[in-house]
């Protein structure tokens, strides 16, 4: 693994890109045509990318109750107890969330103005299942959904060769309830429900990780009117360490990331040369005992250890980056934390792996990549909700703001503008004549 060391400022920006999570031009064709294939030829179209992507052969492409009510039987005991564990932290943390009650303020005498959260009607739900069944990312889906009242949930993820859903999707969909299962993944699942076919609804908005043909598709339809949650694409961990951090906490910790898929990215930034030096060994002897090495191998070699100065080096260089997910594995740790400006979720102290919040502390793991933990937030409540505005006016209300917006409109040359009040400020004055 690539140890680079105290690289030069004008370096920095170049370093923060991210190896292979860019979306190439290849990527883009493929999915604007499997967008618009989808979008022409509906349940057709999505029969065919899965007979080629997944290998099955689907009659139906809606998973009927009788296969979820079979899935509560067939997942087993213990993991039911931790998809229900797990779930109740994450719906503790996200009805926290949710707005307690409607804003009213009075600008003006008689000018009332409100504010009122209405949930997404139909929300569309994509979970990753090329590589592993992310089960956990239904309850980090559909559970705030639930909790916003969002009116229908459907959600879309990849069959396994045999046309199955796993059934601990089937399960957390159930527990967290999710209204429709469809057995479709990748590109054609987003296209399907952004446009809707025979058998998928169309959703006001989708939202969950992917790959970057997920994430590209999500991308490409939020531009032909479907909204989207944010970019989440292939996942991310920054790491700051200082010669106190457990090396091997460190290197699983890497690893795990290194586990989502070959475009995965681990960073460690440090100001111990000694800690730098010494990570790769810990992290190849860890390594050996993992089973998906050759993946894992892959993610690695984009990955990187950077060698910085100081701690101020350190925290500028993380916000530059802004990455999915940060660990502060350093003696400062909740110092370091309080200057975090960009960043998807951060993890305090020794004791707090992303496997936790990817799982079962209660925060959301669905997360910005690629830098756009800049500008966007993660999952949570906001997401499913839109504020709605209302105002109302008395006849005091008119005489409170009437002239200001005769005055703005007129100054605008917008004279019907001006018309709509001066026709009301005339009616006010005539029924107190
Ligand atoms: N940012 C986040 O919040 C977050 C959370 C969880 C997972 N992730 C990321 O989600 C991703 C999951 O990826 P995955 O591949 O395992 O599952 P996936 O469900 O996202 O993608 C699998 C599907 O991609 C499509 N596909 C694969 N190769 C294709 C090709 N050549 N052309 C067109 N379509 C193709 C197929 O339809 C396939 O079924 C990982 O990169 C992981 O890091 C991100
Ligand atoms: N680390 C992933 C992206 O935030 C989420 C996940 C699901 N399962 C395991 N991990
Ligand atoms: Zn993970």
Redesign the pocket.
Same mark, same amino acid.
């Given at each position: 693994m690539q140890i680079i060391k105290y690289p030069a400022r004008a370096d920095w920006e170049p370093l923060t890109r991210r190896a292979l999570a860019e979306q190439s031009a290849t990527?883009a064709e493929?999915?604007s045509a499997?967008i618009n294939n989808v979008r022409s030829r509906g349940d057709r179209a999505l029969r065919e990318?899965?007979q080629k992507? &997944?290998g099955a052969m689907l009659e139906s492409l809606l998973v009927t109750d009788e296969e979820i009510e079979k899935a509560e039987s067939t997942t087993a005991t213990g993991l039911k107890q931790a998809i229900d564990a797990a779930a109740a932290n994450i719906e503790l943390f996200h009805a926290a969330q949710k707005p307690r009650q409607e804003l009213v303020v009075e600008t003006a005498p008689g000018v009332i103005c409100r504010q009122k959260a209405v949930p997404v009607q139909r929300a569309g739900l994509?979970?990753?299942?090329?590589?592993?069944p992310?089960f956990s &990312?239904v309850l980090?889906l559909a559970i705030p959904a639930r909790i916003a009242g969002c009116r229908h949930v459907e959600l879309c993820?990849?069959p396994a060769a045999d046309g199955s859903v796993h059934p601990a999707i089937l399960y957390a969909a159930k527990r967290a309830g999710v209204h429709a299962v469809y057995r &479709?993944?990748?590109?054609?699942?987003i296209a399907a429900m952004a446009f809707g076919t025979e058998t998928v609804g169309r959703a006001d908005k989708i939202f969950?990780?992917?790959?970057?043909?997920? &994430?590209e598709a999500k991308q490409q339809v939020s531009l032909l009117g479907t909204a989207i949650d944010m970019p989440?694409?292939?996942?991310?961990v920054m790491v700051i360490a200082d010669g106190t951090a457990n090396a091997q906490f460190v290197a699983a910790d890497f690893l795990s990331?290194a586990e989502?898929?070959p475009?995965?990215q681990s960073i460690l930034l440090t100001a111990d040369e000694g800690f730098a030096e010494s990570l790769p060994e810990v992290i190849s002897s860890l390594l050996a005992q993992m089973p998906r090495r050759e993946m894992m191998e892959k993610s690695l070699s984009h990955s990187r250890i950077i060698l910085l100065h100081n701690d101020n080096e350190i925290m500028e260089f993380s916000n530059l980056y802004a990455p999915?997910h940060l660990i502060i594995n350093h003696s400062r740790a909740a110092e370091l934390a309080a200057e975090v400006t960009n960043a998807?979720s951060v993890f305090i102290g020794p004791w707090s792996p992303e496997s936790a919040g990817?799982y079962a502390s209660g925060t959301n793991? %669905?997360?910005? %990549?690629s830098g756009h933990a800049r500008a966007y937030s993660?999952?949570n409540i906001d997401a499913f909700m839109k504020k709605i505005t209302f105002q109302q006016l008395s006849p005091l209300g008119i005489r409170s703001i009437g002239r200001t917006v005769e005055v703005m409109a007129e100054n605008e040359d917008l004279a019907a503008h001006k018309l709509a009040m001066t026709l009301r400020i005339e009616a006010v004055n005539n029924q107190t004549k």
């Open positions: 990527v493929a999915v499997i990318y899965e992507f &997944t994509y979970v990753p299942g090329g590589n592993s992310l &990312t980090m993820t990849p &479709t993944g990748g590109a054609q699942a969950g990780p992917g790959n970057r043909f997920v &994430t989440a694409g292939p996942s991310e990331q989502h898929g475009d995965s999915e998807g990817d793991h %669905t997360l910005p %990549t993660g999952v």
